[in-house]
């Protein structure tokens, strides 16, 4: 099924793209969980087509413990920007907008 503009598209398992925007927001995550992840990877996500692309990824940060990660990625750029974030979600939490 296509993806709608505007509307969010089904939870996909993680491509190269998302590990990649979350080894790009991770720094700025740890600074603002004040913490830093000895691992931090991208295990699903869901996209929506705006201005560019948001990303909603699910990242496990331990086996017990994963972070949900809110970026946007605009049109014609490389530098995702990170919007929101949920931290300590146990893993059998779905992906939810927030």
């Known amino acids: 099924m296509p993806m709608l ?29 004040n913490r830093e992840f000895e691992q931090l990877s991208a295990v699903s996500y869901k996209s929506q087509i705006v201005n560019g692309t948001n990303y909603l990824i699910k990242a496990k940060a331990s086996d017990d413990e994963h972070v949900h990660i809110r970026v946007h990625l605009p049109i014609r750029s490389e ?9 300590k979600v146990p893993p059998s939490d779905e992906l939810e907008v927030f």
Request: aromatic letters at 2%; a negative charge; glycine letters at 8%.
């Open 79 to 87: 530098e995702a920007s990170l919007v929101n974030h949920k931290d």
């Open 5 to 33: 503009c505007g509307g969010w598209g089904q939870t996909k398992d993680a491509d190269d793209l998302t590990h990649r925007i979350v080894a790009q927001v991770k720094p700025e995550l740890e600074r603002k969980l």
